[in-house]
């Protein structure tokens, strides 16, 4: 499944018969420098949360239990993104407006991203959104 700018990466599980091990290092199974990892759980039914994109923030997405769905938008274009396993990697770019939904009961949403938090780095209106990236990403 290829994303609007970004994408989804497959890590290999390191199973044996006691069970699965996946491990995720910086610069190697992700493109970025972990500085920061946060994680959504227990997360209400019908809740849709996220809606923001960010100036500089990089960040790898895992389900690391359980499911839930992604809906991307880099001001051009718009896809939806099933995240239902431990071993899929999505990346943002800081340009992809992200709303995340659908989340099953036992979703553990597992985030490591390239900056420390900083709510200037947030950009939480859509159209301000559009006014900072539809020019970029037409240009690219
Ligand atoms: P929020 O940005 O509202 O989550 P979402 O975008 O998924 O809806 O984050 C919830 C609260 O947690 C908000 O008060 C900011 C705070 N927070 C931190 O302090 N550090 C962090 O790394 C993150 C992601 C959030």
């Known amino acids: 499944m ?3 700018n ?4 497959e890590i290999s599980t390191l199973g044996d018969n006691r069970g699965n091990l996946s491990v995720i290092e910086s610069l190697i199974h992700v493109p970025f420098e972990i500085k920061r990892v946060f994680y959504i ?6 809740v849709r949360r996220g809606f923001h994109a960010h100036h500089k923030t990089r960040q790898a997405l895992i389900s690391v239990a359980g499911s839930c769905k992604i809906h991307l938008d880099n001001a051009i274009r ?4 099933l995240l239902d396993s431990p071993n899929k990697i ?3 770019e800081p340009n992809d407006w992200h709303e995340m939904y659908d989340f099953s009961n036992d979703c553990v949403l597992l985030v490591l991203a390239s900056e420390l938090y900083d709510s200037e780095d947030y950009i939480r ?3 301000e959104f559009l006014k900072v990236y539809s020019k970029s990403v037409q240009e690219v």
């Open 78 to 81: 718009k896809e939806e993104v």
């Open 125 to 127: 209106d859509y159209d």
């Open 2 to 4: 290829k994303t609007v």
């Open 90 to 92: 999505l990346i943002l």
């Open 6 to 9: 970004s994408g989804i990466i």
């Open 41 to 46: 759980y227990a997360t209400k039914e019908g």
